[in-house]
């Protein structure tokens, strides 16, 4: 569990994690889940609460919450695709509509959750404000109003540039949005929270368990790790950038490098300096955005930016990038220039599943409907999550439920173009996007065609 409390700051002031209990001989179930993160440890929660008496196993290579679980910013937000108005763009307002509603009840259902099973995960529900730092942005920032408006959705209010600094005093905010559903969370401590809910409920966690094949049989699936097997009726795929190693999954995923820095603990002096008093989330409106929210022991967790594009399986060399750190700080530094005196200590890394169009993507691999996958959620999964492991439940239940109708499932994810090529237009239009949002967008046409090519 050493390399595990060093994934992140979440994890390493996480109590005990306990010592894992790896898979031994073999064991039938009803499902098994591969991965104890948010999605595999929601979709055994929500199949166990449907039917008490399903037998559910779940395999963790490491430990629970070592990815994306464990390493994220802690933002459970609404959004579905890029924003509002790129989800009302591509799916539709019917959908768009039912999309965000369901968003917001899962934001909602997170709460009472944790609330219920007692679940100490610093959980806070302060808003999201959304800001604009630059022409294009404040483009953006219309673009979601409107598409609020023409939802028929109450939640998103406009902001001035005074309102928002009242909130969070950064002289670079022009206006902005703000969203009263966004839940701020330690996302380690919810992860390890859902682990033992989901004990307590019969499920069976199996940490230091990596599955190194799942493979359908005659009567269902069998799931095999280094000391033993699990035979199911059906399996659930929940590892998001690690099913990257499957070729099925391979042909529309990509694996993105999140990176985060936080800043030392901000005396009273310094926290009065930035305002900041009701503990807002923030994100920003560049192409490849800025988030940053305050940490529960008084810190400035800043993210984003910088997301590097990689094809294949996650690489743990790359959860560290002392010249994305750099970059970070760059940007901490020109967003609040009166905190010069607050050192930046710390920052760290990891892999996140991404897609071309920036939808997550709930389905079965082969037809014959054993293996079901859930994943791709594009950096913003800790609600998403809860949303797909329901969706999930119904399909491996058979239940034809309105969740089974929105975008998470029935849009199909687009697929790459086959290497070098697919390498080279990905990378090629992330590059593009990066200096866009670094010139503060004074290249609004060249984004556009960028954007174009990862439609």
Request: aromatic residues 6%; hydrophobic residues 40%.
């Amino acid at each position: 569990m050493g390399s595990w409390r060093t994934r992140s700051l979440w994890t390493s002031r996480a109590g005990s994690p306990g010592e894992p209990e790896p898979l031994g001989g073999t064991r039938v179930a009803d499902v098994v889940v591969v991965g104890a993160g948010f999605t595999g440890l929601w979709a055994a929660l929500a199949l166990v609460e449907a039917d008490p008496a399903l037998e559910v196993v779940v395999l963790e290579a490491k430990a629970a919450g070592y990815g994306a679980s464990g390493r994220n910013g802690g933002f459970a937000m609404t959004m579905v695709g890029r924003n509002l108005h790129d989800l009302l763009r591509k799916v539709g307002p019917t959908r768009a509509r039912a999309t965000h509603l369901a968003m917001r009840e899962q934001l909602h259902e997170i709460r009472a959750f944790c609330d219920r099973e007692g679940i100490a995960c610093d959980l806070q529900a302060p808003g999201l404000l959304t800001v604009s730092n630059g022409p294009e942005q404040d483009h953006r920032i219309r673009q979601d109003l409107e598409a609020a408006k023409r939802l028929g959705l109450d939640d998103l209010e406009e902001c001035s540039g005074t309102q928002c600094r009242a909130l969070v005093d950064s002289p670079r905010i022009r206006l902005g949005h703000f969203e009263q559903d966004c839940l701020l969370v330690d996302p380690a401590a919810l992860c390890l929270g859902l682990r033992e809910a989901a004990r307590r409920r019969g499920v069976r966690v199996h940490e230091a368990s990596p599955v190194l094949s799942l493979a359908e049989t005659p009567t269902g699936v069998r799931a095999r790790t280094p000391a033993g097997e699990v035979h199911a009726d059906r399996a659930v795929l929940a590892t998001n950038a690690y099913a990257a190693a499957v070729p099925a999954l391979r042909r529309f995923l990509f694996t993105v490098y999140a990176y985060i820095v936080v800043s030392e603990p901000l005396d009273p002096g310094q926290w009065a300096r930035v305002g900041w008093s009701t503990g807002v989330g923030v994100e920003d409106k560049r192409i490849m955005p800025h988030f940053h929210r305050p940490t529960p022991d008084g810190r400035i967790l800043w993210g984003g930016r910088d997301a590097p594009i990689a094809f294949g399986p996650p690489d743990p060399r790359r959860d560290r990038d002392p010249r994305v750190f750099r970059r970070l700080e760059e940007s901490f530094r020109w967003a609040f220039p009166q905190l010069a005196d607050v050192a930046i200590v710390g920052g760290w890394g990891g892999p996140v599943c991404g897609t071309v169009n920036c939808f997550a993507t709930v389905g079965f691999l082969g037809r014959r409907e054993r293996i079901c996958y859930a994943l791709g959620y594009a950096g913003h999964g800790v609600a998403q999550s809860r949303l797909a492991g329901l969706i999930v439940r119904d399909l491996l239940l058979e239940q034809r439920t309105e969740r089974c109708e929105l975008p998470l499932v029935t849009k199909a994810p687009v697929p790459l173009p086959p290497e070098p090529l697919g390498r080279w237009l990905v990378g090629g239009a992330q590059r593009i996007l990066q200096e866009v949002d670094d010139r503060q967008d004074d290249r609004p046409a060249l984004a556009r065609l960028a954007l174009a090519a990862l439609e």
